[in-house]
C-alpha cells in the first residue's frame, strides 16, 4: 500500500507546476516508489518480452 501511495505522488508531482512541483520533487517519491517495489520484483525475475 504505501508503494501505491508513492506512485500516485509521482503522478500528482508531474502534473504539479511552479514552487507546489518544486516541494514535491524535493520528497524524491519516484525513487522511493521504486524501491519499494524493487525486493518484490527485482529485475531478474521479470517476464522478458518473446
Known amino acids: ?3 501505491l501511495y508513492l506512485g500516485v505522488q509521482v ?3 508531474s502534473l ?3 514552487d507546489r512541483k ?3 520533487i524535493k520528497s524524491r ?3 522511493r ?5 524493487f525486493p518484490v ?6 517476464v522478458q518480452a518473446i
Open 1 to 3: 500500500m504505501p508503494s
Open 11 to 13: 503522478r500528482w508531482t
Open 16 to 18: 504539479a507546476e511552479g
Open 22 to 24: 518544486r516541494a514535491l
Open 29 to 31: 517519491f519516484a525513487t
Open 33 to 37: 516508489h521504486y524501491q519499494m517495489g
Open 41 to 46: 520484483f527485482p529485475p531478474e525475475t521479470a
